[in-house]
């Protein structure tokens, strides 16, 4: 058994830290106080930057607003007119030109060949309504002709690939097919020997496809 | 001053308690009232700052191609105009015809060529009046004014009258075309007949407003 006798009552004990409840509860008594005031200065001087920096842009805003719309009016011009512009220049470029094609069927027509009707056209691809602008265009090409025999046949076929192959044909060319081949029936006193045909040219199409 | 709390235990707590019932509704109360106005003010002046940044940034570039854009409109302009009013490629009436001015077209071109125009006729009608709302959606500028053509000549002599045409009017469009050999006989002349188009503007009086766009585009240099 030991016996312990405290000469120090309890509430006269005293602790050796500098740091005492008493002192943490003081230094914050000031410090908390302080970083309320920092913060809150801190806080009112960015927003005063910010209503500054706000009511500089208003300014800047209320100033630039006129012109853009002007320069908006102005871009909604330039628009319409290189719409128009285009529009123009789609008539040039969808025109076709039927006096190289017409020349460059006469070059490859052989002798033998008498050629009876041709049909050019250029009516609006399908789809698109007659009267519209700017016209997007499906050129074709229809020739009529009669030949005689013996040969007509290779006659006919020799014509087509002439064609085929032009230089101002070529190019624009989708298709030439002969589409008919029979015995001339309207021959008046003439022989068997007569043939009829058709040939038939699709060109590419001119303008833009939207 | 000193505060002495009481000494019952019963009483203190309850006097804790207060303060602390207080204390919450104080912290309440800012938070409330001042804090979150405060944080929700900030907010929008925020973004009231980075709309307005965005606003002057899409403003300066628009207004910086003001210059270009008024340069480039005057380019188009004057080739709008020259290709309707110099070069009256764009058909243009005649007190309000359209098939005077295409007849006289076609007769000037076919002068020194030994060719024979039968008729001239209007295939297809000038354009409909224009609504006073303005052009009806996905209807252009510009419309297309067609005759009939028929004339009598030999292919030689055809394709250099249309290629006149085409010399003349490059905007011009034969959009069909026939030629019949006809009887066989020497000279050949076939009949041939051919649908032209030429592009007339929608609105006869657009040309006039471009003419004035032009004009203030050009005070205002």
């Given at each position: 058994?030991?016996?312990?006798?405290?000469?120090?009552?309890?509430?006269?004990?005293?602790?050796?830290?500098?740091?005492?409840?008493?002192?943490?509860?003081?230094?914050?008594?000031?410090?908390?106080?302080?970083?309320?005031?920092?913060?809150?200065?801190?806080?009112?001087?960015?927003?005063?930057?910010?209503?500054?920096?706000?009511?500089?842009?208003?300014?800047?805003?209320?100033?630039?607003?006129?012109?853009?719309?002007?320069?908006?009016?102005?871009?909604?011009?330039?628009?319409?007119?290189?719409?128009?512009?285009?529009?123009?220049?789609?008539?040039?470029?969808?025109?076709?030109?039927?006096?190289?094609?017409?020349?460059?069927?006469?070059?490859?027509?052989?002798?033998?060949?008498?050629?009876?009707?041709?049909r050019l056209d250029a009516p609006p691809a399908t789809g698109q309504p007659p009267q519209t602008s700017p016209p997007i265009r499906q050129p074709a090409i229809r020739i009529e002709g009669r030949v005689q025999e013996p040969g007509a046949m290779?006659?006919?076929?020799?014509?087509?690939?002439?064609?085929?192959?032009?230089?101002?044909?070529?190019?624009?060319?989708?298709?030439?097919?002969?589409?008919?081949?029979?015995?001339?029936?309207?021959?008046?006193?003439?022989?068997?020997?007569?043939?009829?045909?058709?040939?038939?040219?699709?060109?590419?199409?001119?303008?833009?496809?939207? | 001053?000193?505060?002495?709390?009481?000494?019952?235990?019963?009483?203190?707590?309850?006097i804790f308690v207060m303060i602390g019932l207080f204390a919450a509704g104080i912290l309440y109360a800012l938070v409330a009232f001042v804090l979150l106005p405060y944080i929700a003010s900030v907010g929008q002046d925020r973004r009231r700052l980075?709309?307005?940044?965005?606003?002057?940034?899409?403003?300066?570039?628009?207004?910086?191609?003001?210059?270009?854009?008024?340069?480039?409109?005057?380019?188009?302009?004057?080739?709008?105009?020259?290709?309707?009013?110099?070069?009256?490629?764009?058909?243009?009436?005649?007190?309000?015809?359209?098939?005077?001015?295409?007849?006289?077209?076609?007769?000037?071109?076919?002068t020194d060529f030994p060719l024979e125009i039968v008729s001239v006729r209007e295939a297809s009608g000038t354009p409909p009046p224009i609504p006073e709302t303005g052009l009806p959606a996905g209807r252009g500028f510009l419309w297309p004014y067609?005759?009939?053509?028929?004339?009598?000549?030999?292919?030689?002599?055809?394709?250099?009258?249309?290629?006149?045409?085409?010399?003349?009017?490059?905007?011009?469009?034969?959009?069909?075309?026939?030629?019949?050999?006809?009887?066989?006989?020497?000279?050949?002349?076939?009949?041939?007949?051919?649908?032209?188009?030429?592009?007339?503007?929608?609105?006869?009086?657009?040309?006039?407003?471009?003419?004035?766009?032009?004009?203030?585009?050009?005070?205002?240099?």
């Amino acid at each position: 058994m030991s016996l312990a006798i405290n000469l120090i009552l309890n509430n006269e004990r005293r602790s050796g830290s500098k740091l005492s409840g008493r002192s943490l509860s003081r230094i914050a008594a000031i410090v908390s106080p302080l970083i309320v005031i920092v913060i809150l200065l801190q806080q009112g001087f960015s927003r005063f930057i910010l209503k500054t920096n706000l009511s500089i842009l208003e300014s800047r805003w209320e100033s630039a607003a006129p012109r853009q719309t002007f320069a908006q009016r102005q871009q909604g011009r330039l628009n319409q007119n290189l719409q128009i512009a285009r529009e123009i220049e789609q008539w040039k470029v969808t025109s076709p030109h039927w006096d190289a094609a017409l020349l460059a069927i006469m070059q490859s027509t052989p002798e033998q060949i008498h050629l009876t009707n041709m049909r050019l056209d250029a009516p609006p691809a399908t789809g698109q309504p007659p009267q519209t602008s700017p016209p997007i265009r499906q050129p074709a090409i229809r020739i009529e002709g009669r030949v005689q025999e013996p040969g007509a046949m290779a006659a006919i076929q020799s014509f087509r690939n002439a064609i085929r192959q032009h230089a101002q044909i070529e190019p624009l060319l989708e298709s030439a097919d002969v589409i008919n081949f029979a015995a001339d029936a309207e021959t008046r006193g003439g022989t068997s020997e007569n043939r009829v045909f058709a040939i038939a040219i699709k060109l590419k199409t001119l303008g833009e496809t939207r | 001053m000193k505060i002495k709390l009481p000494e019952d235990r019963n009483e203190r707590t309850k006097i804790f308690v207060m303060i602390g019932l207080f204390a919450a509704g104080i912290l309440y109360a800012l938070v409330a009232f001042v804090l979150l106005p405060y944080i929700a003010s900030v907010g929008q002046d925020r973004r009231r700052l980075a709309e307005l940044e965005d606003l002057l940034w899409r403003a300066e570039r628009e207004i910086n191609s003001t210059e270009h854009n008024r340069r480039r409109n005057t380019i188009t302009i004057k080739e709008i105009l020259s290709i309707s009013e110099n070069h009256r490629f764009i058909l243009r009436p005649s007190l309000g015809n359209y098939l005077l001015v295409a007849e006289d077209i076609l007769n000037r071109a076919a002068t020194d060529f030994p060719l024979e125009i039968v008729s001239v006729r209007e295939a297809s009608g000038t354009p409909p009046p224009i609504p006073e709302t303005g052009l009806p959606a996905g209807r252009g500028f510009l419309w297309p004014y067609g005759v009939s053509l028929s004339l009598r000549a030999n292919l030689h002599t055809a394709i250099r009258y249309i290629n006149r045409l085409k010399q003349e009017n490059p905007y011009l469009a034969i959009t069909s075309l026939n030629i019949n050999a006809g009887p066989a006989t020497v000279p050949v002349r076939h009949n041939i007949t051919m649908q032209v188009q030429w592009p007339v503007w929608s609105d006869p009086e657009h040309p006039n407003r471009l003419a004035a766009e032009l004009l203030a585009d050009e005070e205002q240099q």
